[in-house]
C-alpha cells in the first residue's frame, strides 16, 4: 500500500539556519507529493506539490524536489525564521493506484529561535 | 470567504454521551473528509465522501458514523462517546481526487471524560 515516511521531530533551529525535512514513499503507481504546514491552532494548508518525477515545488522559499529514483521529497529552506515555526507534512495522492485519499506522514514540528 | 468551517470548535463530553460534529464547504468540491490528529500519530482518515449521498470508510473509522446528505455538508457522528476519541478533528475538501489538494477546516477539539 501507499505510504509516507518522514523524519521524526521535533527539529529546533537558531534563526537563519538551512532547513532539510527528509520524506520518502512508498506508493504502487504515480503519485503527486505534497507538503503541508499546520501553524499552531490552524488546520493544514498546503506548502507546495509536485506531480511528476523531476519537478520542483516551491513556495515561500521552501523547496522540494521529486525524485523517482530515490522515492523522495525532501523539504529544504536556504535561511528559516521564527516564523516559519509550525508542523509540516509530507503527503501523497495516488489516483492511478485507485485512491481518492491523501496519505499523510506522522508530521515534523520544527521550532525556530530568534 | 469562508471555505471551510467546522463546528463546534470545542467540546467536552461524558464517556457514553453522543455528538455531532458540522463541516460546512462553500466551494462546491465533490470530495470531503474527516482527519483525527493525535500526538505522534499524524492525521489518520476516519471516513470520507466522493459525492452527495456517499460515504466510505478510512483508516480509522469503528466508532464514528457520517452522512452526507447535501453536497455541501458532511457530519461526523459519535454515537458512544469513549476517551479513546479525545482528539483534535479536521474536515477538508477538494474538488477532484486527482488534484490532491485539500482544503482543510480550523479543527475540532474534543474530550472525552
Known amino acids: 500500500g501507499n505510504s509516507v515516511t518522514q523524519m521524526e521531530g521535533p527539529v529546533t533551529l537558531s534563526e537563519e539556519a538551512f532547513l532539510t525535512i527528509n520524506c520518502t514513499y512508498t506508493?504502487?503507481?504515480?503519485?503527486?507529493l505534497f507538503w503541508y504546514v499546520q501553524y499552531p491552532g490552524e488546520g493544514l494548508q498546503l506548502l507546495l506539490k509536485?506531480?511528476?518525477?523531476?519537478d520542483k515545488g516551491s513556495n515561500k522559499g521552501f523547496e522540494a524536489t521529486y525524485r523517482k529514483e530515490t522515492t523522495s521529497f525532501h523539504l529544504e529552506k536556504g535561511s528559516v525564521q521564527v516564523s516559519d515555526s509550525a508542523v509540516y507534512f509530507c503527503?501523497?495522492?495516488?489516483?492511478?493506484?485507485?485512491?481518492?485519499?491523501?496519505?499523510f506522514g506522522k508530521g515534523t514540528k520544527l521550532t525556530v529561535n530568534p | 470567504n469562508a471555505g471551510v468551517t467546522q463546528t463546534p470548535k470545542f467540546r467536552v463530553l461524558k464517556t457514553g454521551q453522543s455528538m455531532t460534529l458540522l463541516c460546512a464547504q462553500d466551494?462546491?468540491?465533490?470530495?470531503m473528509y474527516w482527519y483525527r490528529q493525535d500526538p505522534g500519530m499524524g492525521l489518520r482518515l476516519i471516513h470520507y465522501?466522493?459525492?452527495?449521498?456517499?460515504?466510505a470508510k478510512g483508516e480509522v473509522p469503528d466508532g464514528y458514523n457520517v452522512s452526507r446528505l447535501k453536497k455541501q455538508n458532511f457530519l461526523l457522528g459519535l454515537e458512544s462517546a469513549a476517551p479513546s476519541q479525545t482528539s483534535v478533528y479536521f474536515c477538508?475538501?477538494?474538488?477532484?481526487?486527482?488534484?490532491?489538494?485539500?482544503?482543510f477546516g480550523e479543527g475540532s477539539r474534543l474530550t472525552v471524560l
Open positions: 477538508a475538501s477538494t474538488p477532484w481526487r486527482v488534484s490532491g489538494e485539500l482544503f
Open positions: 509536485a506531480t511528476k518525477a523531476d
Open positions: 506508493a504502487t503507481g504515480y503519485p503527486s
Open positions: 503527503a501523497l495522492s495516488d489516483p492511478q493506484g485507485g485512491s481518492e485519499k491523501l496519505v
Open positions: 466551494m462546491n468540491h465533490e470530495y
Open positions: 465522501s466522493v459525492g452527495e449521498g456517499t460515504t
